[in-house]
């Protein structure tokens, strides 16, 4: 099965809300996970860097206050898009590092299935 | 910095011949190469990586890939194509040294024609 679950998998909302992204560990421990963007036919682009109990780093051209990042336990992550308008519509992919107990890391980065925003 | 160049944006190959796909990368100090597959509207579906050891590398659904250190190279390869092949396919380098993310290249479609 999956070892990193994103949800939702697909949203639609209204120009002006806010949606919240989860991201989760299933199993084992992530002290660091990575949200990426896509946008279509596009690569995947790097937008932050969440770190368990400690403020996010963004990449340059990032809007920090748009997209709130939490990472409130070492094995959950959040993005939240604020203020959601429709050029945030996008394919947004979480990815964790194995740390700690439940698996050991071998350098590799796992992704979750993904979560469509659609901005109305 | 880390970058990963995919030079072809499109590859195009019948079914029952081989592929190669082909990735370039810059990293400094030794890094960790993987290849990632994509299907429209799915998240990435992991294909195989490099960590160490032997240079090729076998993965899933019969795709390898050779660490080349003097070309700084990491091509995915099948010997045999297959149309359910055909999809969207990242190669991603990621450094050694600590909570470094992946960096992908921009994707290489691959169309395999019966």
């Known amino acids: 099965g999956a070892v990193v679950s994103q949800h939702p998998s697909r949203v639609i909302c209204k120009s002006g809300t806010s949606v919240k992204i989860e991201c989760r560990s299933l199993?084992?421990?992530?002290?660091?996970m990575f949200w990426y963007r896509q946008f279509p036919k596009q690569s995947l682009m790097l937008m932050a860097t969440?770190?368990?109990?400690?403020?996010?780093?963004?990449e340059q051209g990032v809007e920090k206050d748009k997209f709130l990042i939490n990472h409130a336990s070492l094995t959950l992550s959040t993005l939240t898009v604020t203020s959601a308008h429709p050029e945030d519509s996008s394919f947004y992919i979480c990815?964790?590092?194995?740390?700690?107990?439940?698996?050991?890391?071998?350098?590799?980065?796992?992704f979750g299935e993904g979560s469509r925003l659609t901005v109305l | 910095a880390q970058s990963v160049a995919q030079p072809e944006d499109q590859v195009n190959v019948a079914e029952g011949n081989p592929l190669t796909v082909k990735c370039t990368y810059s990293?400094?100090?030794?890094?960790?190469l993987f290849w990632y597959v994509q299907y429209p509207n799915r998240g990435l579906q992991f294909l195989l990586k490099?960590?160490?050891?032997?240079?090729l590398v076998k993965g899933s659904y019969g795709f390898e890939a050779e660490f080349n250190k003097s070309q700084t190279s990491f091509h995915l390869k099948k010997p045999s194509a297959l149309v359910s092949d055909s999809a969207l396919y990242f190669c991603?380098?990621?450094?050694?040294?600590?909570?470094?993310?992946?960096?992908f290249g921009k994707g290489t479609r691959l169309s395999v024609i019966a």
């Open positions: 199993d084992f421990q992530a002290t660091t």
């Open positions: 490099y960590i160490t050891g032997d240079n």
């Open positions: 991603a380098v990621r450094s050694r040294s600590g909570n470094t993310p992946l960096v």
């Open positions: 990815s964790a590092r194995a740390s700690g107990s439940g698996r050991a890391d071998t350098g590799e980065l796992f």
């Open positions: 969440s770190n368990e109990g400690s403020k996010a780093t963004y």
């Open positions: 990293v400094s100090g030794n890094p960790y």
